[in-house]
Structures are given as structure tokens and as C-alpha cells.
């Protein structure tokens, strides 16, 4: 006799069928997926316009410097990160490293409550922030690559990612309505409130998946402390990952910098600053929300990851070439919300499917090495690369803007390279799988 399904519960999945290609059993661990970024993205978007105004206050100067002292902290954390992993059971690793982050959440408090925000509390604010946010990303998308295939990851990535823009909606709203009634500093609290939910939400996928696989699934990943960065050094295919992160850097450093810049000239008021970078990062995210459930799908199952992720540097080069025209406010604001737009909403779920075909112990480590000191070892090279060329030789944006565009020829011809390779690995993981 056939076991009758709730109407709520098959009405819910109908509906929920229409926006996403979903089979009955996945439903339960995408929604605590979908969940699980929401809660990061929340608390991480609260705090982004509190970072990007202290930015400004440090100026393009001190943020050449921050991003040195970013990825100099970063060398220092990657080890631990791997210790954790190799020791701990996958299943610990959310609460322990999320935990870490609320304690320094409620720590940064307090300090702001007692200390004031002085310029070196502003720097380690940023750094911090800078810190933060690659590694609970970071390790959000292992926890994807760990639970979902390569095929699923292209049918379900799309949701999965809306519920973190949806996330990072709610957050700039939060931060852009609250700030002038309770002040910045006590946004902190509830950033760390969010992250906790997060914590939450990644127990109740593992024991849903935890359910369906067997307990090995869960084992710690051993091997040494700096397994990530021994196995992206020996793998060309995570070399090119790590050479389209430092590309990516390299363009988008310029970008942030311009921002910086342009908006410091133009605007003096503190308030009306972290106002328009939350507009911003509200705009971003709602057309971020909306191309994930209308696009992101369509683009990994029908063009490929290649052509995903190439619509990143396409956009860059388009943007390069706008602000060697006009660096400008009005430009550069468009340049950043369209640059985010698609690299949150269709390049960035891209880039997470290429390592649906790696080897677990890369999911985690050789992944968070490239999200982490990678990507901000890109920071810093390209911040002293692009202030030399201003300043040293005397280079303005436009010109400036103008000797970037090789580099993102370069960062697009790698995307495509990328989705070919990894279309061969999932090709070759299927037909293992089937004998």
C-alpha cells in the first residue's frame, strides 16, 4: 500500500520543484544547506560596511599595508585550519572554527564598547573581517563539496547559493536600519547571533547526510598540517584554480582600491559612507538572489563551468575598460555592483563545482589554502602592484586600468581552459564509478 504524502509537504515540494531540478530525497539537506548559508552570509554582510568604511577611514595607503598583515596572519591560521581538519571528525570542524569566530565577535564588542575606534582597532577590525569571511565561506563550500556529487553540485548549487544571497540581503537591510538607532558596535552581537544559527544549521545537514552514508564519511581527513599547499603545488588542475584565484585578485584589488579612493574624495561623512556601501551590497544581492534561481542552473548545465566562470573576467574586462574612460563615482559603483552580481550569482557557484572532483583531503584543505592565503597573498601582491604603478611611476587609473586588461584576456582564456579539464575529471570519476 503506497504511504500518502501530507498535502502541505507535497504542495511545498511541487512548488519547490519548479525553481530547482531536485529529486525527493535531496530535499531535506538543500533546505539545511540553503539555511546553513543564509546564517553565514547574514552575519558576514552585516559586518562588510562596518569593514569597507574602516577601510576607508585607513585610505588606499593603509590598505596596502592591511592586506601584507592580512595575509601574513593568514599563513599563521592555515596550519591550524589543517590541524583541525586532520584531527578532528568533519562533523566538529563547523562548531569549532564558527565557535572561534562568535568568542572574537563578542571580544571586538567590547572592545569597541570600552576603547573607542581608534585607527588601530580600525586595522584590526578590517583584518580580522578579512580573515573571517574567506575562512567561513571557505569552509561552507567544503561542506558542499563534501555532501553533494558534481552533478548535483550543478542542479542544486544555484539554490543552495540563493539562500546565502537571500542572506546577504538581510544583512545590508539589518545594517543600513539599525546602524543610526543602535549605533555600529552593537551589530556586532548580532552578527554573532546569526553565526551561531550557522553553527546550527551545519550539525543538522551533517546528521541528515550522516544518515544516508556510511561513518567513514565523516572521519577526519589526516595528513600533515600543510597538505593543501603540498597538494596544490603537485596538482596542475588546482594550480590553474589557484592561478584564476590570483587573476581575479589582481582585478579585483584594482576595483576595491578605486572604490576606496573615488568614494573617500567624494564622500567626508562617516554615516553616509557604510550607507551607500550597504545600498550597494543590497542591490548586489538582489540581483545576485534572483540570477541564481533564474540562471545559475541553466549556465553550469547547459554552457558548462567554462563558460560560467568566464563570465567573470568578461564583465572585468568590460569594467577595465569603463574606468580608463571615466574613473569615476557613478562608474565605479556600477562597475562594482555588476562585477559582484555575477561573480556571486553564476562565476563564483562555478568555481565551487570544480572541486566536486577532487580528492576529499582537497575538498577541505587544498580549497581553504586557495580561498585563504591564495587569495590573499593576491591582496597584497596586487595592492603593491597596482600603488607602485599609480604612485611610483606616476600611472593614473585609466592607465593603470589600461595595462590590467592583458590579465583578464589571460584570466578568461584560463576560465575556459578550467571547464574542460574539469569536465574530463567528472567524465573519468563516472566512469569509475559505473565499473
Not at 556529487?149 to 544583512?171: C, E, P, V
Request: hydrophobic residues 55%.
Amino acid at each position: 500500500m503506497t504511504a500518502l504524502v501530507p498535502r502541505p509537504i507535497a504542495t511545498a515540494a511541487d512548488r519547490l520543484s519548479r525553481l530547482v531540478s531536485i529529486e525527493p530525497g535531496e530535499i531535506a539537506a538543500m533546505l539545511w544547506s540553503f539555511a546553513y548559508f543564509f546564517c553565514v552570509l547574514c552575519s558576514y554582510y552585516i559586518l562588510r560596511p562596518l569593514r569597507d568604511e574602516m577601510g576607508v577611514t585607513v585610505g588606499a595607503d593603509g590598505l596596502q599595508w592591511l592586506f601584507v598583515v592580512v595575509f601574513v596572519v593568514m599563513l599563521a591560521v592555515v596550519p591550524l585550519f589543517g590541524w583541525i581538519v586532520a584531527t578532528h571528525a568533519r562533523s566538529h570542524v563547523v562548531p569549532i572554527v564558527y565557535g572561534f569566530f562568535v568568542v572574537n565577535l563578542v571580544a571586538f564588542w567590547l572592545l569597541f564598547t570600552l576603547g573607542g575606534t581608534s585607527a588601530l582597532h580600525a586595522s584590526a577590525f578590517f583584518v580580522w573581517v578579512s580573515i573571517f569571511n574567506l575562512i567561513v565561506v571557505s569552509l561552507f563550500w567544503s561542506v558542499m563539496s563534501d555532501a553533494w556529487t558534481h552533478a548535483q553540485a550543478k542542479r542544486l548549487y544555484g539554490f543552495i547559493a540563493a539562500g546565502g544571497s537571500a542572506g546577504a540581503i538581510t544583512g545590508p537591510l539589518l545594517t543600513h536600519s539599525l546602524v543610526s538607532i543602535a549605533g555600529p558596535t552593537n551589530l556586532l552581537l548580532v552578527s554573532a547571533v546569526l553565526l551561531t544559527l550557522a553553527i546550527a544549521c551545519a550539525v543538522a545537514l551533517r546528521r541528515h547526510i550522516s544518515e544516508e552514508t556510511s561513518a567513514t564519511a565523516d572521519a577526519p581527513t589526516g595528513g600533515s598540517l600543510l597538505a593543501g599547499a603540498r597538494r596544490t603545488l603537485q596538482s596542475p588542475y588546482l594550480r590553474k584554480i589557484a592561478l584564476w584565484v590570483l587573476l581575479a585578485n589582481l582585478i579585483g584589488t584594482f576595483f576595491y582600491l578605486e572604490q576606496a579612493r573615488i568614494i573617500g574624495e567624494t564622500m567626508s561623512d562617516r554615516t553616509q559612507r557604510v550607507q551607500l556601501f550597504a545600498r550597494m551590497d543590497l542591490i548586489v544581492n538582489t540581483l545576485t538572489v534572483l540570477g541564481q534561481l533564474a540562471l545559475t542552473a541553466q549556465f553550469l548545465q547547459r554552457l558548462g563551468v567554462g563558460l560560467s566562470i568566464a563570465t567573470l573576467p568578461l564583465s572585468a574586462t568590460i569594467g577595465l575598460i569603463a574606468l580608463s574612460f571615466a574613473p569615476s563615482l557613478p562608474v565605479i559603483v556600477a562597475v562594482m555592483v555588476a562585477e559582484r552580481a555575477i561573480a556571486f550569482a553564476i562565476a563564483n557557484p562555478g568555481m565551487r563545482v570544480l572541486y566536486t572532483v577532487v580528492h576529499p583531503e582537497e575538498k577541505y584543505k587544498s580549497q581553504n589554502f586557495i580561498d585563504t592565503v591564495v587569495f590573499r597573498g593576491g591582496d597584497a601582491a596586487s595592492g603593491w602592484l597596482i600603488n607602485g604603478l599609480a604612485r611610483g611611476l606616476g600611472a593614473p587609473a585609466s592607465v593603470v586600468a589600461v595595462v590590467a586588461l592583458p590579465f583578464a584576456v589571460a584570466w578568461l582564456a584560463l576560465s575556459l581552459l578550467l571547464g574542460r579539464e574539469q569536465a574530463a575529471r567528472a567524465e573519468s570519476t563516472k566512469a569509475t564509478e559505473t565499473h
